[in-house]
């Protein structure tokens, strides 16, 4: 896929352990890409024998699966080599030597016959004239479809946006076959092995694209080892300097003459030796680009700190013998202990992550692990061989039935999932990099028990599209592990979120949802609605998404205060009840109420604003007139304190009331539209009305309104529960205690 690339590219070997090479199974020398070649050219390719030139790959395949049927690659080779033949790359190798060189890597890595067999034909259609239904009719519907996956779309038909397409054609390839992926993954690994000959700028703009696109996407695909040696190679040419005083500092630890890591393994395998557990205690050597990691956070680097410890067992409870052993013997650095098998990463990784420290201070990292998480912690979704084919009887066996899918990762479904709303290949490209940034990965529980998986720093406003696509546009608001929250809080891994979604089918987003989206999805699916549905600025009286309105009173006054008082009802000519008198507006404003002081002048106390069937007291004041107040109103008690004599009082024949109401909303559009049309349905006279600013998506209403009859107060309470983005509608409380 790469006619272009050439020579060795710029990071040469290390003598020692700090040598940054693909893990493989057994010790294999860098091939002789000319030799190859020219077995390529000149060796015998009859019917009855395999080729020499693929003879390394038949021996990398073979260690892995000693059954597979070879005759697919001796075709597809022979195939290759004369669709080939006469291309040459930029460094003078017969074109062949590629694809020869990125099958060896997928065989090495323990690839099944399908995906090698697609690998030696991955540039053909591209850069030959074979065809698709070609390669059909000779191979099978399945590699068919691999070559086509990583076949790049023509610059003469796509122009600028052919690299994006061509990424989008193969992320949505690779969400029907994750082979897709690895066979890409190998390609580019040996262009950037051999990208010595390009040009410095040529070679800088390649590194970038594989450094944002190519490496985060080996990392969700769990495959290690491609992945840690793209990140030497791209970290040589992008940081030339940085990447020569590591190597100087590698070069420097492997000439010492101690290794405390070999004497930390040794007395490790001592350890477990006599515990009977029978364990593999290995050196990882760290990468070039892991050292300069550690470096940059720990200053001064110790012999300890250029590798890792990695210890191989056979059973899933051996690891945790291990750890229990090892902690026993040694001096544990609790914090560093990690449980990857119990809780596996997004991308199937699993190991015991711990650390030990020795006398002098120096603390090595210990990874623990089955033999078998060893090869999908190296090789990824390359290890499960093909994940289509049926499980054989000792896969099925082994399986604990609680892995995710591989075939179909959380990340890959949701990444599928706004590719297709990406309105131009501009927003794709800068998209697809910003979404694999994002290198780690939580789950949310739904209350159904279901699941969802999310980046890091993700928000309920995240969660809303994840779960509910563009439908989320009418969640109105969230509770996150039981209580209440606002859309733009941060979850956390294991939280539970239930998410609170409204009835209206014409429900908008906030343009301040964008603030708070921190998954593509979420943010392409905010931006194409506001796209489509831009601010209007006419008289019709919509407010911008988010915004607030705040009605105007009965009285043709704005934004009153709830509090209110109200005036003296006239004394009764005779007996002991006494109707209040007529509101502001003319009209009778509160219930009959009947006081034990014939004459008296009743007024219902502001403060509480009391209705039936609410547990009254009253007290004289000045005038003669008596205040009536809810029992559990504080203005009760301080005048008790004060000496104030009560006043019986009681609820005569219920006709109109006077109460104050408070609800509390998210915020969204047309809320207060639909909430005074609600409240004036149930028969309710809006007299003042308080709307606080909203803060963190929420707001506070106070109404006070006018009731024909108080026995309409619980039905208008529910009514108002009822809109869309209110979740409590309650009665004003009493003052607090010297308010």
Same mark, same amino acid.
């Given at each position: 896929?790469?006619?272009?690339?050439?020579?060795?590219?710029?990071?040469?070997?290390?003598?020692?352990?700090?040598?940054?090479?693909?893990?493989?199974?057994?010790?294999?020398?860098?091939?002789?890409?000319?030799?190859?070649?020219?077995?390529?050219?000149?060796?015998?390719?009859?019917?009855?024998?395999?080729?020499?030139?693929?003879?390394?790959?038949?021996?990398?395949?073979?260690?892995?699966?000693?059954?597979?049927?070879?005759?697919?690659?001796?075709?597809?080779?022979?195939?290759?080599? =004369?669709?080939?033949?006469?291309?040459?790359?930029?460094?003078?190798?017969?074109?062949?030597?590629?694809?020869?060189?990125?099958?060896?890597?997928?065989?090495?890595?323990?690839?099944? +016959?399908?995906?090698?067999?697609?690998?030696?034909?991955?540039?053909?259609?591209?850069?030959?004239?074979?065809?698709?239904?070609?390669?059909?009719?000779?191979?099978?519907?399945?590699?068919?479809?691999?070559?086509?996956?990583?076949?790049?779309?023509?610059? /003469?038909?796509?122009?600028?946006?052919?690299?994006?397409?061509?990424?989008?054609?193969?992320?949505?390839?690779?969400?029907?076959?994750?082979?897709?992926?690895?066979?890409?993954?190998?390609?580019?690994?040996?262009?950037?092995?051999? @990208?010595? /000959?390009?040009?410095?700028?040529?070679?800088?703009?390649?590194?970038?694209? &594989?450094?944002?696109?190519?490496?985060?996407?080996?990392?969700?695909?769990?495959?290690?080892?491609?992945?840690?040696?793209?990140?030497?190679?791209?970290?040589?040419?992008?940081?030339?300097?940085?990447?020569?005083?590591?190597?100087?500092?590698?070069?420097?630890?492997? =000439?010492?003459?101690?290794?405390?890591?070999?004497?930390?393994?040794?007395?490790?395998?001592?350890?477990?030796?006599?515990?009977?557990?029978?364990?593999?205690?290995?050196?990882?050597?760290?990468?070039?680009?892991?050292?300069?990691?550690?470096?940059?956070?720990?200053?001064?680097?110790?012999?300890?700190?250029?590798?890792?410890?990695?210890?191989?067992?056979?059973?899933?409870?051996?690891?945790?013998?291990?750890?229990?052993?090892?902690?026993?013997?040694?001096?544990?650095?609790?914090?560093?202990?990690?449980?990857?098998?119990?809780?596996?990463?997004?991308?199937?990784?699993?190991?015991?992550?711990?650390?030990?420290?020795?006398?002098?201070?120096?603390?090595?990292?210990?990874?623990?692990? &089955?033999?078998?998480?060893?090869?999908?912690?190296?090789?990824?979704?390359?290890?499960?061989?093909? $994940?289509?084919?049926?499980?054989?009887?000792?896969?099925?066996?082994?399986?604990?039935?609680?892995?995710?899918?591989?075939?179909?990762?959380?990340?890959?479904?949701?990444?599928?999932?706004?590719?297709?709303?990406?309105?131009?290949?501009?927003?794709?490209?800068?998209?697809?990099?910003?979404? @694999?940034?994002?290198?780690?990965?939580?789950?949310?529980?739904?209350?159904?028990?279901?699941?969802?998986?999310?980046?890091?720093?993700?928000?309920?406003?995240?969660?809303?599209?994840?779960?509910?696509?563009?439908?989320?546009?009418?969640?109105?608001?969230?509770?996150?592990?039981?209580? @209440?929250?606002?859309?733009?809080?941060?979850?956390?891994?294991?939280?539970?979120?239930?998410?609170?979604?409204?009835?209206?089918?014409?429900?908008?987003?906030?343009?301040?949802?964008?603030?708070?989206?921190?998954?593509?999805?979420?943010?392409?699916?905010?931006?194409?609605?506001?796209?489509?549905?831009?601010?209007?600025?006419?008289?019709?009286?919509?407010?911008?998404?988010?915004?607030?309105?705040?009605?105007?009173?009965?009285?043709?006054?704005?934004?009153?205060?709830?509090?209110?008082?109200?005036?003296?009802?006239?004394?009764?000519?005779?007996?002991?009840?006494?109707?209040?008198?007529?509101?502001?507006?003319?009209?009778?404003?509160?219930?009959?109420?009947?006081?034990?002081? $014939?004459?008296? &002048?009743?007024?219902?106390?502001?403060?509480?604003?009391?209705?039936?069937?609410?547990?009254?007291?009253?007290?004289? /004041?000045?005038?003669?007139?008596?205040?009536?107040?809810?029992?559990?109103?504080?203005?009760?008690?301080?005048?008790?304190?004060?000496?104030?004599?009560?006043?019986?009082?009681?609820?005569?024949?219920?006709?109109?009331?006077?109460? &104050?109401? /408070?609800?509390?909303?998210?915020?969204?559009?047309?809320?207060?539209?639909?909430?005074?049309?609600?409240?004036?349905?149930?028969?309710?006279?809006?007299?003042?009305? +308080?709307?606080?600013?909203?803060?963190?998506?929420?707001?506070?209403?106070?109404?006070?309104?006018?009731?024909?009859?108080?026995?309409?107060?619980?039905?208008?309470?529910?009514?108002?529960?009822?809109?869309?983005?209110?979740?409590?509608?309650?009665?004003?409380?009493?003052?607090?205690?010297?308010?």
């Amino acid at each position: 896929m790469s006619a272009e690339a050439t020579n060795p590219a710029t990071p040469g070997p290390v003598a020692g352990p700090a040598t940054p090479a693909v893990p493989r199974r057994k010790a294999r020398a860098r091939l002789d890409l000319r030799r190859l070649g020219r077995a390529a050219l000149l060796g015998p390719a009859s019917r009855d024998r395999l080729p020499d030139a693929i003879s390394h790959v038949v021996d990398a395949h073979r260690a892995h699966h000693p059954d597979a049927d070879l005759e697919p690659l001796r075709r597809a080779y022979v195939l290759a080599e =004369s669709s080939h033949r006469g291309q040459m790359r930029k460094s003078g190798e017969p074109y062949i030597t590629h694809p020869l060189a990125v099958t060896l890597i997928l065989a090495e890595l323990g690839a099944e +016959t399908t995906t090698l067999t697609a690998s030696l034909l991955h540039d053909t259609v591209e850069d030959t004239d074979v065809t698709l239904d070609q390669v059909r009719e000779q191979f099978g519907e399945e590699v068919r479809f691999l070559v086509d996956g990583v076949t790049k779309l023509e610059k /003469v038909d796509y122009g600028a946006a052919a690299e994006p397409e061509t990424f989008r054609k193969m992320l949505v390839a690779t969400g029907n076959d994750v082979r897709v992926m690895s066979i890409k993954l190998a390609d580019r690994l040996h262009n950037m092995r051999t @990208l010595g /000959v390009m040009r410095p700028e040529k070679q800088a703009r390649i590194a970038k694209v &594989t450094r944002d696109v190519l490496i985060p996407l080996a990392e969700r695909l769990g495959v290690q080892a491609l992945k840690t040696e793209l990140e030497d190679l791209v970290f040589a040419i992008l940081h030339p300097d940085e990447y020569e005083y590591t190597r100087e500092l590698i070069v420097d630890n492997a =000439s010492r003459a101690d290794d405390p890591l070999a004497e930390m393994a040794d007395e490790m395998r001592t350890v477990l030796r006599e515990a009977g557990i029978q364990a593999e205690v290995l050196i990882r050597p760290r990468h070039f680009v892991s050292v300069h990691r550690v470096a940059r956070k720990r200053g001064r680097l110790r012999g300890a700190d250029f590798g890792r410890l990695l210890v191989l067992v056979n059973e899933d409870a051996d690891c945790y013998g291990v750890l229990g052993e090892l902690h026993t013997c040694m001096t544990p650095v609790v914090s560093e202990f990690k449980d990857f098998i119990a809780v596996p990463k997004f991308n199937l990784y699993q190991s015991l992550h711990t650390a030990v420290a020795r006398a002098d201070g120096q603390v090595a990292e210990v990874l623990i692990r &089955t033999h078998q998480m060893h090869k999908v912690a190296e090789a990824g979704v390359v290890a499960l061989g093909n $994940p289509y084919a049926p499980p054989s009887e000792e896969q099925a066996a082994s399986s604990d039935g609680e892995r995710a899918d591989p075939t179909r990762p959380g990340w890959l479904s949701r990444l599928l999932d706004w590719q297709e709303g990406a309105p131009d290949p501009d927003t794709f490209w800068s998209t697809l990099r910003e979404d @694999l940034a994002q290198d780690r990965e939580i789950t949310v529980f739904r209350p159904d028990g279901g699941t969802l998986g999310l980046p890091e720093g993700a928000t309920c406003v995240d969660a809303a599209y994840a779960q509910y696509g563009e439908d989320a546009h009418a969640c109105i608001g969230a509770r996150v592990n039981g209580r @209440l929250a606002t859309l733009s809080t941060v979850l956390r891994d294991g939280d539970t979120v239930q998410l609170l979604m409204g009835q209206d089918p014409a429900s908008e987003p906030s343009r301040e949802w964008l603030e708070h989206a921190h998954t593509a999805a979420a943010r392409i699916a905010i931006q194409r609605w506001l796209a489509a549905h831009p601010p209007r600025g006419d008289a019709s009286g919509d407010e911008e998404p988010g915004a607030v309105a705040v009605p105007p009173a009965a009285d043709g006054s704005a934004n009153q205060e709830a509090a209110w008082e109200e005036p003296p009802a006239r004394p009764a000519a005779e007996g002991p009840e006494f109707r209040p008198a007529a509101a502001p507006a003319g009209r009778s404003t509160t219930a009959s109420v009947v006081v034990d002081r $014939p004459g008296a &002048t009743v007024r219902l106390a502001g403060c509480c604003t009391p209705v039936p069937p609410d547990e009254v007291t009253g007290f004289s /004041v000045r005038g003669g007139v008596v205040t009536v107040h809810r029992v559990e109103c504080a203005a009760v008690a301080r005048m008790k304190n004060a000496g104030r004599a009560e006043v019986g009082v009681r609820w005569g024949d219920t006709t109109e009331c006077r109460v &104050t109401l /408070v609800a509390e909303s998210f915020v969204r559009p047309h809320l207060l539209a639909d909430l005074t049309e609600a409240m004036a349905l149930e028969g309710a006279e809006i007299v003042s009305a +308080t709307v606080e600013p909203p803060t963190q998506q929420r707001v506070r209403h106070t109404y006070t309104v006018q009731l024909p009859d108080a026995a309409q107060l619980p039905g208008l309470m529910r009514a108002m529960r009822n809109v869309a983005g209110v979740y409590d509608v309650r009665r004003a409380q009493p003052q607090a205690q010297g308010a």
